[in-house]
């Protein structure tokens, strides 16, 4: 039985995690097996993501303790496991998502992404979501655009430019 220091560390460590973290996924890891779970831990891990498992009562004080991380207290029942990303927050749905794709487990009951509350069905579209990487990629795709578009307007007047006074300088010569 863990005694009330204990679990009191525990939810000032959970708090100190919720605050820093900038996705937050609540998952039903019922009927997972040990396998399962060691290998859905360690794909987590490689993505700098962390997989805890703590009891519901102790989720719902560190949530208390955090400003801007709400999630509804009825979707804390049954067995909950909490993964915390720290870098991109849509990394751990495409690791939830092929995970449930091949065995139905674990089960999203909610997902907390850069302050953005989002419900168990809608694990789809949040793996559907471009990594920040990807889209910082396209910001700036479309930022040089017009730039590019400038420098080869200006690089073709000038070279339009030479190619006038280049004829200009052989009807002179022919002349």
């Known amino acids: 039985m863990t005694t ?3 679990k009191k560390e525990i939810v000032e460590d959970l708090t100190g995690r919720l605050e820093k ?4 996924y609540i998952v039903d890891f019922a ?3 040990v396998a399962q779970v060691n290998k ?3 794909e987590l891990k490689a993505t700098q993501s962390e997989y805890i498992v703590v009891k519901n009562t102790l989720i719902r004080k560190a949530l208390d ?3 801007g991380k709400e999630i509804p207290k009825e979707l804390l029942k049954g067995q909950s496991g909490v993964i915390l990303t720290y870098e991109d927050p849509t990394v ?3 690791i939830i998502k092929k995970a449930f794709d091949k065995t139905q487990k674990p089960k999203l009951k909610a997902a907390l992404l850069d302050g953005q ?4 069905t ?3 579209q949040i793996a559907a979501l471009p990594s920040k990487e990807d889209m910082i990629a396209s910001i700036m795709g479309s930022l040089s655009a017009p730039a590019s578009g400038i420098a080869g307007s200006l690089g073709a007047v000038i070279r339009d430019i030479a190619s006038i006074i280049e004829e200009a300088a052989k009807k002179r010569e022919a002349a």
């Not at 973290?21 to 937050?24: D, K, P, Y």
């Not at 509350?117 to 168990?120: A, E, M, N, V």
């Open 40 to 42: 859905f831990r360690s």
């Open 117 to 120: 509350l989002f419900d168990g």
């Open 65 to 67: 303790q955090v400003d």
């Open 31 to 33: 009927t997972m097996d």
């Open 122 to 124: 809608q694990l789809k």
């Open 4 to 6: 009330i220091k204990k």
């Open 21 to 24: 973290a900038s996705g937050v």
């Open 92 to 94: 751990p749905s495409k």
